[in-house]
Nanobody, 121 residues
Framework: QVQLVESGGGLVQAGGSLRLSCAAS????????MGWYRQAPGKQRELVAT???????NYADSVKERFTISSVNARKLVSLQMNSLKPEDTAVYYC???????????????WGKGTLVTVSS
């Protein structure tokens, strides 16, 4: 059973920084991509940043130049460095992994339970 465990959320003042990490485990054969999404109260879940193991990254326009995603495939780990945080970045941040597993054929999509990031003004 694939599990994604996030860490690093918390409360920070506007202009501050936080680093989120996500570790994947459990029967993963290969990873297509890992990334971060967020959901603010009353809003839909949205993409923040993704890292594809062909070497490409993708960022939401709202976080470009402020957030940086990095990953170590061999360690099944993805991190999100968030700088110059704004109150509108407040949300629950979810780790996502698109993988193939040793147990199930095909490409599967997994989510972590989420970690809360609160940015005070």
């Amino acid at each position: 059973q694939v599990q994604l465990v996030e860490s690093g959320g918390g409360l920070v003042q506007a202009g501050g920084s936080l680093r989120l990490s996500c570790a994947a485990s459990g029967g993963i054969f290969s990873i297509t991509s890992m990334g971060w999404y967020r959901q603010a109260p009353g809003k839909q879940r949205e993409l923040v940043a993704t890292f594809t193991y062909g070497g490409s990254t993708n960022y939401a326009d709202s976080v470009k130049e402020r957030f940086t995603i990095s990953s170590v495939n061999a360690r099944k780990l993805v991190s999100l460095q968030m700088n110059s945080l704004k109150p509108e970045d407040t949300a629950v941040y979810y780790c996502n992994a698109v993988v193939t597993t040793t147990a199930t054929p095909g490409i599967m999509n997994y989510w972590g339970k989420g970690t809360l990031v609160t940015v005070s003004s």
